[in-house]
């Protein structure tokens, strides 16, 4: 939140553009959303932060006004996603802090949006697939006259979405070498592997 390259012009370089937006290449990989920057930035379209800011994660992690903001069904699910998403390896104790955060930044999303209508205008959010999702993510936190749509990006032929109402519409990529995310989480988590 709070970075932008709306300062920045057409010409500017990658570099530029990182550095505008405080890039953290380790959460979210340039080679993967890089030329979309750029792609935005070349047509003078601003591009800004929308997260939520790290610093207040752990404030988010106790506020548990937080669990009411999805109804009970979504919020159960997104418990589910946070479990699967670090592939059991959490203690059951963090899912409802972890939670906690996500429908945060779900929220802090929505308000960023929320900033940039403009009448006449479209705003896109690039963001992962689970903040996209309609039935758990930013959707469910926009004001109901926003008209919004959610498209899935899927590699391959990937697996579908056991809720069939999550997204409008699927993009295809294409298919991406297998990786074992969780074998790499594992490896970084070793004691919570055991």
Same mark, same amino acid.
């Given at each position: %939140?709070?970075?932008?390259?709306a300062k920045?012009?057409p010409?500017?370089?990658?570099a @530029?553009?990182r550095r505008?937006l405080?890039w953290?290449?380790?959460a *979210?990989p *340039?080679t /993967?959303?890089?030329?979309?920057?750029?792609? /935005? #930035?070349?047509?003078? %379209?601003?591009?800004?932060?929308?997260n939520?800011p790290r $610093?207040q994660?752990?404030a988010?992690?106790? $506020?548990s006004?937080?669990d009411?903001q999805?109804?009970g =069904? /979504?919020l159960? +699910? @997104? @418990?589910q996603g946070i479990?699967?998403?670090h592939? &059991?390896?959490?203690?059951?104790?963090?899912?409802t802090?972890?939670?906690r955060?996500?429908? +945060?930044? !779900?929220?802090?999303i929505a308000d960023? #949006?929320?900033q940039l209508l403009l =009448?006449?205008k479209? #705003?896109?959010?690039?963001?992962? &697939?689970?903040?996209?999702?309609?039935?758990?993510g930013v959707p469910q936190h926009?004001?109901?006259d #926003?008209k919004?749509?959610?498209l899935?990006l899927r590699?391959?032929?990937? /697996?579908t979405t !056991?809720r =069939?109402n999550?997204? !409008?519409g699927? *993009?295809?990529t294409?298919?991406? =070498?297998e990786?074992?995310y969780?074998?790499e989480l594992?490896a970084?988590?070793?004691?919570a592997?055991?």
């Amino acid at each position: %939140v709070g970075v932008s390259t709306a300062k920045l012009k057409p010409s500017s370089t990658e570099a @530029q553009a990182r550095r505008a937006l405080k890039w953290d290449d380790k959460a *979210w990989p *340039w080679t /993967a959303y890089g030329p979309a920057v750029m792609t /935005a #930035v070349r047509a003078g %379209v601003p591009v800004l932060g929308a997260n939520l800011p790290r $610093d207040q994660m752990p404030a988010s992690m106790n $506020d548990s006004k937080l669990d009411g903001q999805l109804p009970g =069904p /979504a919020l159960k +699910a @997104q @418990q589910q996603g946070i479990r699967l998403g670090h592939c &059991n390896l959490l203690p059951e104790s963090q899912i409802t802090p972890m939670t906690r955060i996500q429908i +945060a930044k !779900d929220i802090t999303i929505a308000d960023t #949006v929320h900033q940039l209508l403009l =009448p006449g205008k479209t #705003v896109v959010l690039l963001t992962g &697939n689970g903040h996209a999702d309609r039935t758990l993510g930013v959707p469910q936190h926009l004001r109901a006259d #926003v008209k919004a749509k959610s498209l899935q990006l899927r590699a391959g032929d990937g /697996a579908t979405t !056991d809720r =069939p109402n999550a997204f !409008d519409g699927v *993009w295809p990529t294409p298919a991406l =070498p297998e990786t074992d995310y969780c074998a790499e989480l594992k490896a970084q988590w070793p004691a919570a592997g055991k």
